[in-house]
C-alpha cells in the first residue's frame, strides 16, 4: 500500500514572465484520494499543477510535501514519491515503448543499484494495465495519438509512486479509453491508496470520477469539496459561464451537467395583424 503524504499550497503566486496566473492561492490535497481539478482554459489548474509538479517555481509562496518545500528537496528524493504526466511529454526520437516506460523507473536506481527483476515486473505490469503491452518494441514516434498518451501513462505508473500528478491524462483517447485510464487509476486509489491529482476538462467526469473537486476561474480557487456537495447550476455558470440543469447522473449517481447553451428560441409569435 501506498503511503500517506501531505501535499500543499500555501500563498502561491506563478505565472510566466510578466503574466501572473495564480496568485495568493492556498490549497490542501487529501491524502491517498482522487482530486480533480477543473476550470475554463487559462483557468490557472495546469500551472498549479506544474507548480505542485516542481516544473514551475512559484514566485511567491511554497509547495509543501510533508511539511517541505518541494524546490528545496532533491530531484530524485521528490521522484521516488511524486510522480507527474505533463500535459504534453517529451520523448527521445526513436526510443521504443518499453525503453520510455522503463525510464519510470529511474526514481529506483541508486548509484550502485542495477536492472532488477522488480524492475521487469513493474513495467511489465505498466505496459499491461494500459493495454500497451504489443506496442512494447515499437517506437513511439510510429504510433498514434492515443497510443503514445497511453504510453506516458504508463511510463508515469512504472515510477510506483505514492502520490501522481496526471494533467489531462485522457487527451487524444476515444471515449472508451478515457474511461479505461479513468478507471485505471482510480484502482490505483482503490487497491494501492496512491493519492491522485488529475486535471480534466470534461466535468461530467471530473464529478463521477473525484473524490475531491476544485473548481477555479482566473487563477482561483471557486469551491471545492465532494462533487455532490459543492456542483450545482450556479456554480457551473459562475465558473463556466453555462446555464445548465444539475440532475443524479443514472449511472454513478454522481452530479451529472445537462447545458442549456447560451442561446435560446423563442416560441414564435403570430405577426400583428
Request: net charge negative; glycine share 8%; hydrophobic share 40%.
Amino acid at each position: 500500500m501506498a503511503s500517506p503524504h501531505a501535499l500543499q499550497a500555501r500563498g502561491l503566486e506563478l505565472g510566466y514572465g510578466e503574466r501572473r496566473i495564480i496568485s495568493g492561492l492556498d490549497a490542501d490535497i487529501p491524502p491517498g484520494r482522487i482530486t480533480v481539478v477543473v476550470g475554463p482554459n487559462a483557468c490557472g489548474k495546469s500551472t498549479l499543477l506544474r507548480a505542485m509538479a516542481r516544473l514551475l517555481a512559484p514566485t511567491t509562496g511554497s509547495v509543501l510535501l510533508d511539511g517541505r518545500s518541494v524546490h528545496a528537496m532533491a530531484t530524485k528524493e521528490v521522484a521516488s514519491v511524486l510522480g507527474v504526466l505533463p500535459q504534453t511529454p517529451v520523448a527521445p526520437e526513436s526510443i521504443t515503448v518499453a525503453d520510455l516506460v522503463g525510464r519510470g523507473r529511474y526514481p529506483h536506481q541508486g548509484w550502485f543499484r542495477r536492472w532488477t527483476p522488480a524492475d521487469d515486473e513493474a513495467v511489465a505490469a505498466a505496459l499491461h494495465a494500459t493495454d500497451v503491452l504489443d506496442l512494447a518494441d515499437r517506437p513511439l514516434d510510429e504510433l498514434s495519438g492515443g497510443q503514445r498518451q497511453r504510453v506516458w501513462i504508463a511510463m508515469a505508473l512504472a515510477q510506483e509512486t505514492d502520490v501522481l500528478l496526471l494533467d489531462e491524462p485522457t487527451t487524444y483517447l476515444d471515449i472508451s479509453h478515457q474511461l479505461d485510464v479513468l478507471d485505471l487509476v482510480t484502482d490505483l486509489n482503490r487497491e494501492r491508496g496512491v493519492t491522485l491529482v488529475v486535471v480534466l476538462h470534461d466535468l461530467n467526469l471530473a464529478c463521477r470520477y473525484a473524490d475531491h473537486l476544485i473548481a477555479m476561474k482566473d487563477g482561483r480557487i471557486v469551491a471545492e469539496g465532494r462533487p455532490t456537495e459543492i456542483v450545482t447550476e450556479s456554480l457551473v455558470e459562475e465558473v463556466f459561464g453555462l446555464r445548465s440543469t444539475v440532475i443524479p447522473d443514472p449511472a454513478s449517481g454522481t452530479p451529472l451537467i445537462v447545458p442549456m447553451g447560451r442561446h435560446h428560441v423563442d416560441t414564435p409569435t403570430a405577426p400583428a395583424t
